[in-house]
């Protein structure tokens, strides 16, 4: 499992990395990745699905849906989806990366 924070999307370069700055004061959310998610595939395989809203990320688009009734509620900004990225090849869950690595043509923001 990976569990992040995504900042304030003025707190990331284009390049998806974060600034550093003396303090946040904004947060765009907590977001948990399940190596095997419980739940169906939807919106992707894998997916993430945040913790203090009902919201699921698909992580190839970046493309944002209401948990329960599924409708597209909003896009991340190509640096947020950088960040997140970032955040997961940096992480120590092969299988997570494997999926995102093995469908990378599908991914729109890289």
Not at 64 to 76: A, G, N
Not at 92 to 110: F, G, R, S, V
């Given at each position: 499992?990976?569990?992040?924070e995504?900042?304030?999307?003025?707190?990331?370069?284009?390049?998806?990395?974060?600034?550093?700055?003396?303090?946040?004061?904004?947060h765009n959310?907590?977001?948990?990745?399940?190596?095997?998610?419980?739940?169906?595939?939807?919106?992707?395989?894998?997916?993430?699905?945040?913790?203090?809203?009902?919201?699921?990320?698909?992580?190839?688009n970046?493309?944002?849906?209401?948990?329960?009734?599924?409708?597209?509620?909003?896009?991340?900004?190509?640096?947020?989806?950088?960040?997140?990225?970032?955040?997961?090849?940096?992480?120590?869950?092969?299988?997570?990366?494997?999926?995102l690595t093995?469908n990378?043509?599908?991914?729109?923001?890289?």
């Amino acid at each position: 499992m990976i569990e992040f924070e995504l900042p304030d999307f003025d707190e990331i370069t284009p390049d998806g990395l974060r600034m550093l700055l003396e303090k946040t004061v904004k947060h765009n959310g907590i977001w948990r990745i399940h190596k095997n998610d419980p739940d169906d595939i939807f919106p992707s395989d894998p997916h993430a699905d945040r913790q203090d809203e009902p919201e699921k990320l698909n992580l190839f688009n970046g493309y944002v849906y209401h948990k329960k009734t599924k409708e597209h509620l909003y896009t991340l900004p190509k640096k947020a989806m950088k960040f997140i990225y970032q955040e997961i090849m940096n992480c120590k869950e092969a299988l997570i990366k494997d999926k995102l690595t093995a469908n990378h043509k599908m991914i729109t923001y890289l």
